[in-house]
């Protein structure tokens, strides 16, 4: 099973601050997502990145919202001028995108998230 | 996308089989269906995947009926450590992944 890191495990910044929330996949895949789930809420979609560019994003994913994949390892998510509502986990997860003998197209594997307190 | 229903919550007791349904009625021609769980503050973690029929691994089995417009999540002898929360999912890609809001399984000593 593919191994993701995220980094940090919290944060904790103030309203109106910026955030970057990194993604370190140790082998290498083609897809990127992030998700977030809010503390007693479902998990949601807000972003899925491939070759370098957004291939899909949700409602949620709106300006104050950004991912690049800096280095070609690192994927990032940023958040400009961060809101209470946006404190939550956050989770990036990977997909190589291909039918494999081990997992299959739509198997996401899932980081241990970063939680996120805005202030 | 296809919309899935799930109970909210069940219990079990140590050692019986569980089983969780779903219900996609709008599932179409080219959606999988995934099975993820999830423990607190841990990321959702993958645990069965099928299309149609039936489908078995080393830690669950998934029952797809003909009509695919739901699935079964079979748990044979739960343990304490099978408490979490289940989510099942629909999709055609692996760039859409929206989650319900799942099963809460506690499994009772």
């Known amino acids: 099973e593919p191994e993701v890191t995220q980094t940090p495990s919290h944060q904790v910044t103030q309203m109106g601050q910026e955030v970057i929330l990194r993604c370190v996949p140790i082998?290498?895949?083609?897809?990127f997502y992030w998700y977030r789930q809010i503390l007693g809420q479902k998990v949601e979609f807000l972003v899925s990145?491939?070759?370098?560019?957004?291939?899909?994003k949700s409602e949620i994913f709106d300006d104050q919202f950004s991912v690049e994949r800096p280095d070609g390892s690192n994927f990032t998510l940023k958040i400009r001028s961060t809101k209470l509502e946006d404190s939550a986990m956050y989770f990036c997860a990977i997909n190589n995108g291909l039918l494999h003998l081990e997992f299959s197209y739509n198997e996401q594997f899932f980081g241990p998230g970063t939680r996120l307190t805005v202030l | 996308l296809a919309k899935t229903t799930q109970p909210i919550s069940m219990d079990s007791y140590e050692g019986q089989e569980v089983n969780i349904t779903c219900s996609h009625n709008?599932?179409?021609?080219?959606?999988?269906i995934t099975w993820y769980q999830q423990f607190p503050s841990q990321g959702p973690r993958f645990i069965i995947q099928g299309y149609k029929t039936k489908v078995t691994n080393e830690v669950a089995s998934l029952f797809i009926p003909a009509d695919r417009k739901s699935s079964t999540l079979s748990l044979p002898r739960v343990s304490l450590s099978d408490t979490a929360v289940y989510y099942c999912l629909v999709g055609i890609t692996g760039n859409q992944f929206y989650f319900g809001t799942g099963t809460s399984l506690t499994v009772i000593p």
């Open positions: 082998s290498n895949h083609l897809y």
């Open positions: 990145f491939y070759n370098n560019e957004i291939s899909e």
């Open positions: 709008n599932i179409a021609t080219n959606d999988y």
